[in-house]
């Protein structure tokens, strides 16, 4: 017998977590925060000091400066300045001396401070400074709750990037993920966890003796796809992340699985093998209807919208071993797009420009990311295998977060677009998977 | 800090399913089995002829019953309950066949039995994918049990792609032995 527990959060803005229980019952421990482990970096990185906020609030608060510091230099763009190697710490505009930070080598300065409102949230105030005008180039206050100053630091972080390499930071968006928990000796427990970007504050969506696979994020970040065995057979589910309230949507003979929301959230592309073998299907989430989109003995599957939302990619093996296809919806054709790029080729996903495609390419036993330019038809690994699978892009086109095969067992990696800059991501115990990055947060 | 503040604050809500939706009625009836332990697997082990599984199955599959209407050899082959594939490949192995015919004479003898054909696959690419050949594999067997004369209405294919291996070694050896079929007696 399966044991499902759902989980409801209400996540940045309160407190209370309420959690709803199906059949079996027991406390849920809480979720480990995976943990980041920078590998590389770019030495062309912009030279950045962030220097520690003042805490005028009275209480005891986590460190801003250092979360700002953390998120610039993941992104690998950023080189910022230890604080002992800082030769004076303002946190006012008029306490700063540019050639203190010049004659470093620093171009850009970051002060701030924190201050408590009556209401019980405290306001960040920051101030980006180009060093060598002495220029401020942007200043905020961004009021939180008191226990939302990460949520808090991350949008400082976004200001930051946004300003100084003019694209969208992603830091206030968030990760979705899968991991399993072998530890117990009984069964195994799978967890859908949403955490923020770096990592932190993980908190399980679902838990459930069965595996679940295949999470997708909705347009508006507010819900989850996600495929789950709970029912023995593999089941489309769509839960809203606020309330915590899950649908079953698709089940039925056959594989249901492999959910992705059109650009406009009213579709879900999916994978159904009903009519006798696996193909790709849309289904209209508001009139609840199913329209088949491929036709062909094959295996049809792992369906992905194109960003213009005028086709699909998805894998097929109706040509030499799986590869990528290209479905336009105008006039319903249907066009390969790997070629010379060996016998296995699946789980395409667009860059969120839609000029590449990010894919799980298996040459002699070794599995590995390789983006695919589009317009040039060149394509290029970005990470070297031999099991890495699940890759998507952040939703700045920056970054490409994926799952790899290591001695401490699977866990979650991410690679620049570039390829130069890779990050692990840890989880505490047991194995991750299946890391699907959501939407910018607006 | 915060965490712990929400768990002070937990709700629990009995629910008997409704909002959470719905258990799928597809073959959840009458099963009796217990989850496989994942085992360690050492090469030489992937040589014999096909792998019992270390599943419990219910008692009445292999009762006094079979022994009536079979001799022990057959009973024997009704063992072998899992069936490997070969790397990208969903065809029928030679070295299975007789176990397979054994399978099919005692289910078209017992017409009340019902199997469910489960699909695997090793870990190697995307799991969507890996979904999808499980299920072309447990197809290919139902198709050679229904060749034999096995009804259709006796048997029901499921697929767990990746999900469920037996061995957890990333290793040739881990990998032959879960790209297999398993039959599951109700």
């Given at each position: 017998m399966s044991s499902t527990r759902c989980y409801n959060s209400r996540f940045s803005w309160t407190v209370a977590l309420m959690v709803s229980v199906c059949g079996l019952f027991s406390f849920e421990t809480i979720a480990e925060d995976l943990v980041i482990k920078i590998e590389k970096g770019v030495s062309t990185a912009l030279p950045i000091a962030i220097v520690p906020f003042e805490n005028n609030t009275g209480e005891s608060l986590i460190d801003v400066a250092a979360i700002v510091r953390n998120n610039l230099e993941r992104s690998g763009l950023f080189r910022s300045l230890p604080v002992y190697d800082m030769p004076a710490l303002p946190?006012?505009?008029?306490?700063?001396?540019t050639k203190n930070w010049t004659s470093l080598g620093i171009e850009n300065l970051v002060i701030g401070k924190l201050e408590k409102k009556n209401s019980g949230t405290v306001d960040i105030h920051f101030r980006l400074i180009d060093v060598y005008s002495g220029k401020q180039l942007l200043g905020y206050r961004i009021p939180v709750q008191s226990d939302d100053l990460r949520f808090g630091s991350h949008k400082v972080s976004d200001f930051i990037y946004e300003k100084l390499l003019d694209k969208p930071g992603a830091y206030t968006s968030l990760l979705a993920y899968i991991t399993v928990d072998r530890d117990s000796d009984i069964e195994k427990i799978y967890r859908l966890q949403v955490s923020d970007s770096d990592g932190h504050n993980a908190r399980t969506i679902l838990q459930s003796t069965e595996p679940i696979l295949s999470p997708a994020w909705s347009p508006d970040g507010k819900r989850l796809a996600y495929v789950s065995f709970e029912g023995r057979n593999s089941a489309v589910y769509i839960q809203d992340l606020a309330t915590g309230r899950r649908q079953r949507i698709i089940h039925g003979k056959g594989i249901n699985s492999s959910p992705t929301f059109s650009r406009d959230g009213k579709k879900l592309a999916v994978t159904l093998s009903r009519d006798g073998n696996p193909e790709i299907y849309l289904y209209?989430?508001?009139?609840?209807s199913l329209m088949r989109v491929t036709r062909h003995g094959a295996i049809d599957t792992e369906p992905a919208w194109a960003p213009d939302g005028r086709g699909l990619v998805f894998t097929s093996d109706r040509g030499d071993g799986p590869q990528i296809y290209y479905f336009n919806l105008a006039d319903n054709s249907i066009k390969r797009m790997t070629?010379?790029?060996?016998?296995y080729n699946t789980r395409a996903r667009y860059s969120p420009d839609g000029t590449k495609l990010v894919l799980v390419n298996g040459i002699q036993g070794i599995y590995r990311i390789v983006l695919l330019d589009l317009r040039t038809k060149i394509y290029e690994a970005v990470t070297i295998g031999e099991l890495d699978e699940s890759p998507s892009f952040s939703p700045n086109g920056a970054m490409i977060i994926y799952a790899t095969v290591t001695e401490e067992g699977s866990q979650l990696a991410a690679v620049s677009a570039d390829g130069f800059t890779k990050q692990k991501l840890v989880a505490q115990r047991g194995e991750v998977r299946e890391p699907v990055w959501g939407p910018l947060i607006r | 800090m915060r965490q712990l503040g929400r768990i002070a604050t937990i709700f629990i809500i009995f629910l008997s399913g409704t909002s959470c939706g719905m258990f799928s009625?597809?073959?959840?009836?009458?099963i009796v089995e217990k989850s496989l332990s994942p085992v360690n697997v050492s090469e030489a082990s992937v040589e014999t002829m096909g792998l019992a599984s270390a599943r419990e199955v219910s008692p009445e599959a292999l009762d006094g019953r079979l022994l009536d209407n079979y001799n022990g050899e057959t009973a024997s082959l009704l063992d072998i309950r899992v069936f490997q594939f070969a790397y990208d490949s969903s065809e029928i192995l030679e070295k299975h066949v007789a176990a397979i015919e054994g399978h099919a004479r005692y289910l078209i003898k017992n017409s009340n039995t019902r199997v469910i054909l489960e699909g695997h696959t090793d870990e190697r690419g995307s799991r969507e994918y890996n979904l999808a050949l499980g299920e072309r594999r447990a197809q290919s067997l139902q198709r050679r049990l229904s060749l034999l004369?096995?009804?259709?209405?006796q048997m029901s294919v499921i697929t767990y792609g990746e999900e469920r291996p037996i061995a957890l070694m990333h290793n040739e050896a881990a990998y032959a032995v879960n790209r297999r079929v398993e039959l599951v007696y109700r």
């Amino acid at each position: 017998m399966s044991s499902t527990r759902c989980y409801n959060s209400r996540f940045s803005w309160t407190v209370a977590l309420m959690v709803s229980v199906c059949g079996l019952f027991s406390f849920e421990t809480i979720a480990e925060d995976l943990v980041i482990k920078i590998e590389k970096g770019v030495s062309t990185a912009l030279p950045i000091a962030i220097v520690p906020f003042e805490n005028n609030t009275g209480e005891s608060l986590i460190d801003v400066a250092a979360i700002v510091r953390n998120n610039l230099e993941r992104s690998g763009l950023f080189r910022s300045l230890p604080v002992y190697d800082m030769p004076a710490l303002p946190t006012a505009l008029e306490d700063v001396r540019t050639k203190n930070w010049t004659s470093l080598g620093i171009e850009n300065l970051v002060i701030g401070k924190l201050e408590k409102k009556n209401s019980g949230t405290v306001d960040i105030h920051f101030r980006l400074i180009d060093v060598y005008s002495g220029k401020q180039l942007l200043g905020y206050r961004i009021p939180v709750q008191s226990d939302d100053l990460r949520f808090g630091s991350h949008k400082v972080s976004d200001f930051i990037y946004e300003k100084l390499l003019d694209k969208p930071g992603a830091y206030t968006s968030l990760l979705a993920y899968i991991t399993v928990d072998r530890d117990s000796d009984i069964e195994k427990i799978y967890r859908l966890q949403v955490s923020d970007s770096d990592g932190h504050n993980a908190r399980t969506i679902l838990q459930s003796t069965e595996p679940i696979l295949s999470p997708a994020w909705s347009p508006d970040g507010k819900r989850l796809a996600y495929v789950s065995f709970e029912g023995r057979n593999s089941a489309v589910y769509i839960q809203d992340l606020a309330t915590g309230r899950r649908q079953r949507i698709i089940h039925g003979k056959g594989i249901n699985s492999s959910p992705t929301f059109s650009r406009d959230g009213k579709k879900l592309a999916v994978t159904l093998s009903r009519d006798g073998n696996p193909e790709i299907y849309l289904y209209d989430l508001k009139v609840k209807s199913l329209m088949r989109v491929t036709r062909h003995g094959a295996i049809d599957t792992e369906p992905a919208w194109a960003p213009d939302g005028r086709g699909l990619v998805f894998t097929s093996d109706r040509g030499d071993g799986p590869q990528i296809y290209y479905f336009n919806l105008a006039d319903n054709s249907i066009k390969r797009m790997t070629y010379n790029m060996g016998r296995y080729n699946t789980r395409a996903r667009y860059s969120p420009d839609g000029t590449k495609l990010v894919l799980v390419n298996g040459i002699q036993g070794i599995y590995r990311i390789v983006l695919l330019d589009l317009r040039t038809k060149i394509y290029e690994a970005v990470t070297i295998g031999e099991l890495d699978e699940s890759p998507s892009f952040s939703p700045n086109g920056a970054m490409i977060i994926y799952a790899t095969v290591t001695e401490e067992g699977s866990q979650l990696a991410a690679v620049s677009a570039d390829g130069f800059t890779k990050q692990k991501l840890v989880a505490q115990r047991g194995e991750v998977r299946e890391p699907v990055w959501g939407p910018l947060i607006r | 800090m915060r965490q712990l503040g929400r768990i002070a604050t937990i709700f629990i809500i009995f629910l008997s399913g409704t909002s959470c939706g719905m258990f799928s009625g597809e073959g959840s009836e009458g099963i009796v089995e217990k989850s496989l332990s994942p085992v360690n697997v050492s090469e030489a082990s992937v040589e014999t002829m096909g792998l019992a599984s270390a599943r419990e199955v219910s008692p009445e599959a292999l009762d006094g019953r079979l022994l009536d209407n079979y001799n022990g050899e057959t009973a024997s082959l009704l063992d072998i309950r899992v069936f490997q594939f070969a790397y990208d490949s969903s065809e029928i192995l030679e070295k299975h066949v007789a176990a397979i015919e054994g399978h099919a004479r005692y289910l078209i003898k017992n017409s009340n039995t019902r199997v469910i054909l489960e699909g695997h696959t090793d870990e190697r690419g995307s799991r969507e994918y890996n979904l999808a050949l499980g299920e072309r594999r447990a197809q290919s067997l139902q198709r050679r049990l229904s060749l034999l004369g096995v009804p259709e209405s006796q048997m029901s294919v499921i697929t767990y792609g990746e999900e469920r291996p037996i061995a957890l070694m990333h290793n040739e050896a881990a990998y032959a032995v879960n790209r297999r079929v398993e039959l599951v007696y109700r």
